[in-house]
């Protein structure tokens, strides 16, 4: 929602205040523009960038148009779920969880928290380390390297579909450019004939450059930075976790492990610790 709020702020701007001085909207309808720039940028995309890395990016725009999956509610339901887990743990031990974390789908814990269990890389990262908890004898040491290892990883696949559109948005008025002088040259070459046909090929160049600056700095570069946003609100969705999984396996007990988890948290999205500690007891009251 909030993406098409913008491109309809966008372009109803230009096109309006265009419209005020005016301007005739057919000017600015130049499909052979269109198809030089779009042509030309959709191509240095598919060759810039590997195949994973172009299937991210056409299944991750489309998501710009959902809301953002990391709200107040995801991290009171991650930091539950986490509670509840470390609180099985410290009662039953560990092998307590082992049918929890090896069919999460199957799971009451985990389906108490559909928010965590809907999300598949975050369900996943929970299990695969409480599934080291379980089967592996690392201590905390060796087990925040890995998960940081594993970050690292995730942080560089979050953020290659970025890199890909911004590149696309820094690209779009050079081909901008490159469809005016294409234009330009068109123009030459009609040099002699009617002033009304000069003009329309005058126009339609410089249409050209507009196109290039406008989907670089009203569409793509937004999206692009809409999708950066997005990445960085999951790293911190994990380090939130993995804040969790090192404090309780330093020895802290359930309550301050979560809330060395919330402390992780910005402020916009952080509960209190009240607000926490009301809706961990209320959702053990469930059970």
Known sequence: MKLIIGLV??????????????????????PAELL?????????????NPVH??????????????????NKQSYMDVLGLMYTLFSKIRKDGVIAIEREIDSPEQSAIFNEY???????????????????????????????????????????????????LASVADALPAFGIVAAVMGVVITMGAIGGEVAILGHKVAAALVGTFLGVLLSYGVVGPMA???????????????????????????????????????????????????????????????
């Open 114 to 164: 559909p928010t965590v269990l809907n999300n598949k890389h975050a369900t996943a990262f929970i299990c695969d380390y409480f599934r080291l908890m379980v089967n592996g004898n690392m201590n905390t040491f060796e087990i925040e390297n890995l998960i940081d290892v594993d970050l690292e990883c995730h942080h560089e696949a979050m953020h290659s579909p970025v890199t890909a």
């Open 225 to 287: 930075a809409s999708l950066n946003s997005r990445a960085e609100e999951e790293s911190r969705f994990f380090t939130c976790i993995k804040t969790c999984f090192i404090a309780s396996m330093n020895g802290y007990p359930p309550q301050i492990s979560v809330e060395f988890g919330r402390m992780a948290l910005l402020p916009h999205i952080r509960p209190s610790f009240l607000e926490l500690e009301e809706y961990v007891k209320s959702r053990k009251l469930k059970k």
């Open 53 to 70: 890395v172009i299937k991210d990016v056409y299944a991750k725009v489309p998501a710009l148009l959902q809301g953002s999956l990391y």
């Open 36 to 48: 030089i720039i779009g042509g030309a940028a959709l191509g240095a995309f598919f060759i810039a």
């Open 9 to 30: 702020a966008v372009f109803a701007s230009i096109v309006g205040g265009y419209l005020l001085e005016g301007g005739h909207l057919l000017a600015l309808f130049q």
